[in-house]
């Protein structure tokens, strides 16, 4: 379901070239199981199912990162500053 999401989003945006993305950092193993609980993705498999989409990793951002975030608890109501990641795709011509 998601990387048909992903596929969709490249047909649709066949005039926009770049896609940025920035979402909140799961544990590594983490996968997207920790979606619904923690509202987390792992950033390997956000970034496998973008380029399976036909997207190319061209820049990540380290701005959003807090390595001090444990990263095992939900986004909505966090104890310290939550880690995210953020990366920029760009669609091959």
């Known amino acids: 379901m998601r990387n048909s999401l992903f596929r969709v989003c490249a047909r649709l945006t066949n005039c926009l070239t770049r896609k940025v993305i920035a979402d909140h950092s799961a544990r590594p193993g983490g996968g997207t199981s920790v979606g619904k609980t923690f509202h987390r993705i792992e950033e390997s498999v956000l970034r496998r199912e973008v380029e399976a989409a036909g997207f190319k990793l061209v820049a990540e951002g380290d701005f959003l990162r807090h390595p001090e975030d444990p990263r095992d608890a939900p986004v909505f109501r966090p104890q310290v500053p ?8 760009q669609k091959p011509n």
């Open 82 to 89: 939550v880690d995210e990641f953020v990366l920029k795709f």
